[in-house]
């Protein structure tokens, strides 16, 4: 499991003394532990890991955002601390799929679904997010989905 490999980490970066993963590791562990609070009243979860994959694709964003604004405003230290996180972050991130192999993926959810048009967008976007959601950046994805039914 992810959360196993997550705490396994965390030790090591405690022995290893590194103080930068240690503390990004420790963020990770806040926001699963938010996550579980909030979903503790839906009921049981049903995949462990894609909730926590959920979590973690969901910092690699925020942080990715933040690089942006940070470099934006000519704060490059801030820039260069987040991508060290993300790099962290992404440690525990399965394989993301390449470019060809969503693009693969969203040709045979079209094929499958009989989608020919924007109208279908939301439908190929469902689809996809419950087939691939784990290994698929889905902000990345959409730009596709639009490029393909267009």
């Keep these: 499991m992810i959360r196993d490999d997550i705490k396994a980490a965390q030790i090591a970066a405690m022995k290893a003394g590194d ?12 926001a ?9 009243t839906q009921g049981p979860v049903a995949d462990d890991d894609a909730l926590v994959v959920e979590v973690l694709q969901k910092m690699v964003k925020q942080r990715r955002e933040s690089i942006a604004m940070y470099e934006s405003g000519g704060r490059q230290e801030l820039a260069e601390a987040e991508k060290a996180e993300v790099a962290v972050i992404e440690r525990f991130l399965p394989a993301q799929m ?33 087939r691939h959601a784990a ?6 994805a959409s730009g596709l989905v639009k ?4």
Aim: charged share 35%; aromatic share 0%; net charge neutral.
């Design 32 to 40: 699963i532990k938010n996550r579980d609070i909030e979903v503790r």
């Design 147 to 150: 490029a393909a039914l267009s």
């Design 19 to 30: 103080k930068d993963a240690r503390a990004a590791i420790s963020l990770i562990q806040a």
């Design 98 to 130: 390449s470019d060809d192999e969503t693009r693969a993926a969203i040709e045979t959810i079209k094929a499958d679904l009989g989608a020919g048009g924007m109208k279908d967008m939301g439908r190929v976007m469902a689809e996809l997010k419950a």
């Design 135 to 140: 290994n698929l950046d889905m902000s990345k």
